[in-house]
């Protein structure tokens, strides 16, 4: 099922709707996120939610990945992610979330009583040159959005003197 129309199926769109909203907008202002350490520690947030291990988490440059197709939920028992490395792990982990939306070229699947997202990500639009494949809890998108919601209001307020 297409992510809008599951959202809508299991009344969860509304619930989105802020995540949608906020992730079409630009990342990392410069003035709150100032430093490679802060978006790193974003990175760092994104690697330790649940399930997340170095067994299902690869990310490395493009050459070397061998990433699954599209339907290849149906071989994985749980959450897997592939991404290929570019400007940083917490901007390629937005933009490649942002771009299988944005691209239609994210599903969701029901497993084992959860609903997971298949989303993949190509560097072009012939679909040939993957850069990405993530088979992650649905939540795991509204989590995206409080860490970083979260790490902004800690950076803020420290460069406020509070």
Do not use: C
């Not at 990433?67 to 991404?83: A, T, V």
């Not at 190509?122 to 993530?134: I, L």
């Amino acid at each position: 099922m297409k992510l809008f129309e599951a959202l809508q199926t299991f009344n969860r769109l509304e619930e989105y709707i802020p995540f949608l909203d906020w992730i079409f907008e630009e990342k990392f202002p410069k003035e709150i996120w100032d430093n490679k350490n802060k978006i790193q520690a974003y990175a760092n947030k994104i690697k330790k939610l649940d399930g997340v291990s170095d067994s299902n988490f690869t990310y490395d440059a493009q050459k070397r990945i061998a990433f699954p197709e599209k339907n290849s939920y149906r071989q994985f028992n749980g959450l897997r992610i592939y991404m290929s490395n570019g400007d940083s792990m917490a901007r390629d982990w937005l933009r490649h979330i942002r771009n299988g939306i944005a691209h239609g070229l994210v599903q969701v699947i029901q497993k084992n009583d959860n609903l997971f997202i298949e989303l993949l990500d190509f560097s072009d639009k012939s679909q040939k040159n993957q850069t990405a494949y993530f088979l992650i809890p649905i939540d795991f998108l509204l989590e995206s959005k409080k860490i970083y919601d979260e790490k902004t209001k800690s950076f803020s307020k420290k460069k406020r003197g509070k």
